[in-house]
């Protein structure tokens, strides 16, 4: 018999889960609205902005299937623990990188720690709290990690008026050190490893994260080098062999990370489907929202951080409702509807302009958006829990998780090279009958590296200055307009999927309302009871 751990024992350890899966979340929405200053540091363009968010979601949706096993073969506490203290080394990494260069590389490290500690953090909750006291726990777990993704936006805006970016990832060093004093001190060591624990799945793993990386690198480098440059078709060519081969191996692996006999139940496969079109449309809200609202809006990276707030506000008050309703009802119709009303939220960003006016032009978006979010994130997540066998719940829970990541990676990759293929024709069109001088031409070339931003017409004649201006800041809005509505399509093709592909199950084996949050805090609520 276990030896029953006592309240501050279990409420210390519930302290240090949520701080371990906060600074994950809190790190991932205080990137974002850093990202204009980041390049007016460091340089790099539209492409430098995109990996510096991408080279942390690869590693990161890469990895985080087999997070599981390793907390299985090594211990969850231990792995916890080096998840947490890399996350933190990693950050400190990030805050004193001397080029753009490095701070990618670094992000990437941030995104191998994450994988280890966000599933490591909910099998420490597993482990810790008995399955009575275990939903709460679970629930208090996932809600302030949605509130870390709220103070993200928030905090970071206002370290960067009083402060540079690299205070973003100072930040987390002292958070991640009084986390992993709590794990050493206070979390208490599980049992032995389990008989026929999984094993760990590395060439699974290789093979997805380079399959991932050839075209996500092929994506955000085209614009720069074309189509037909070997730089760009020998990555894409070889990610999708590397992607085949991904497959093969997880078809014969004894312990796939993606076991594929899970897509053979519809409610599984349709949901998965669903959850990539609908996350990487939210990415693609967020990355260009952000960017657009900054570089030409002329917010203030607090302020954008604000803009966003009422998607938050609205999930936080309307998700449950709508999760209630779908175990009522069933999730078809929540499936299929909220999409499209999404979509149509997507689709009123049309109406945004160069001097753009959040109340008229921003807000009526943002909050259509929010609703259809709502309508669609807990019925989602429950269909796809309940798609799979209990004793799968975990693993089906994972794969949700990973395939959300991917979607954000694939989504912003593959948009932002139709943004800036976009931009640099729009803006050739604004400026095919203006007269431009060498310095002229050189500001052109060098404004086609940062879509959705004014370029820097220092020295300029004043009539080629103003010309410049004028068409990237069309430019940028063709694009921006481009952006949304290629984001509108794809959440959209998600809502039908959902009416097509969704049936309702008779008796529901996990309730929609217990999954409020869905992947955008990491796991649903019910995910590892099944586990054990």
């Excluded at 998965?272 to 960017?291: D, H, K, P, Q, R």
């Excluded at 009123?348 to 309508?375: C, H, K, N, W």
Aim: aromatic share 6%.
């Amino acid at each position: 018999m276990p030896t029953p751990i006592d309240a501050r024992t279990k409420r210390l350890t519930l302290i240090a889960c949520i701080m371990g899966s906060g600074i994950v979340l809190l790190d991932g929405t205080v990137v974002n609205v850093a990202l204009p200053t980041i390049q007016r540091a460091l340089g790099g363009g539209l492409a430098a902005q995109q990996w510096v968010v991408n080279g942390y979601l690869l590693t990161l949706s890469s990895l985080i299937l087999i997070g599981g096993s390793l907390g299985d073969l090594f211990g969850e506490r231990r792995v916890f623990a080096l998840g947490v203290s890399g996350f933190g080394a990693a950050s400190l990494a990030c805050a004193l990188s001397p080029t753009i260069g490095v701070l990618v590389a670094m992000r990437a490290l941030q995104g191998v720690a994450g994988a280890l500690l966000v599933p490591s953090s909910l099998a420490v909750i597993v482990n810790t709290f008995p399955k009575d006291e275990r939903g709460a726990a679970i629930g208090s777990w996932t809600a302030w990690g949605a509130i870390a993704g709220v103070l993200g936006p928030l905090a970071g805006g206002e370290l960067l008026a009083i402060g540079s970016w690299r205070w973003l990832f100072v930040i987390n060093i002292p958070l991640a050190a009084a986390c992993v004093a709590l794990i050493l001190f206070v979390v208490p060591r599980a049992e032995p490893r389990r008989a026929g624990a999984r094993k760990i799945d590395v060439p699974g793993a290789l093979l997805c994260a380079a399959g991932l990386a050839g075209p996500v690198f092929a994506l955000i480098e085209q614009p720069r080098l074309g189509w037909s440059s070997p730089e760009v078709v020998v990555p894409l060519v070889a990610g999708v062999f590397l992607l085949g081969a991904f497959l093969w191996q997880e078809a014969r692996a004894p312990d796939p990370m993606l076991p594929l006999g899970l897509f053979k139940r519809r409610n599984f496969s349709a949901g998965n489907i669903e959850t990539f079109s609908m996350y990487a449309g939210l990415a693609v809200l967020f990355f260009f929202l952000i960017l657009f609202l900054q570089q030409i809006g002329g917010y203030t990276p607090l302020q954008s951080g604000m803009a966003t707030l009422p998607v938050t506000v609205i999930m936080f008050v309307l998700s449950r409702r709508f999760g209630a309703l779908a175990d009522r009802f069933g999730p078809r119709f929540f499936m299929g509807a909220g999409p499209l009303v999404a979509a149509c939220g997507l689709l009123l960003f049309q109406r945004i302009g160069t001097e753009v006016d959040y109340v008229s032009e921003v807000l009526p978006g943002l909050l259509v958006f929010a609703l259809g979010l709502s309508m669609t994130v807990a019925p989602l997540t429950a269909a796809v829990l309940a798609g799979a066998d209990t004793t799968q719940a975990g693993i089906a829970s994972g794969v949700n998780n990973a395939i959300a990541r991917v979607a954000g990676l694939l989504g912003t990759a593959a948009v932002g090279a139709a943004v800036a293929g976009s931009f640099g024709s729009s803006l050739d069109e604004h400026l095919s009958g203006v007269r431009l001088g060498p310095a002229a031409r050189a500001a052109v070339a060098e404004a086609k590296r940062l879509p959705l931003g004014r370029p820097d017409v220092h020295g300029l004649l004043s009539a080629q200055a103003s010309a410049l201006t004028k068409a990237a800041e069309q430019a940028s809005l063709h694009s921006f307009h481009l952006g949304m509505a290629i984001a509108g399509l794809l959440v959209a093709a998600g809502g039908v999927v959902g009416v097509v592909g969704i049936r309702n199950p008779k008796a529901p084996n996990v309730h929609a309302v217990d999954c409020p949050g869905g992947q955008l805090v990491g796991s649903p609520e019910l995910v590892s009871a099944a586990r054990v």
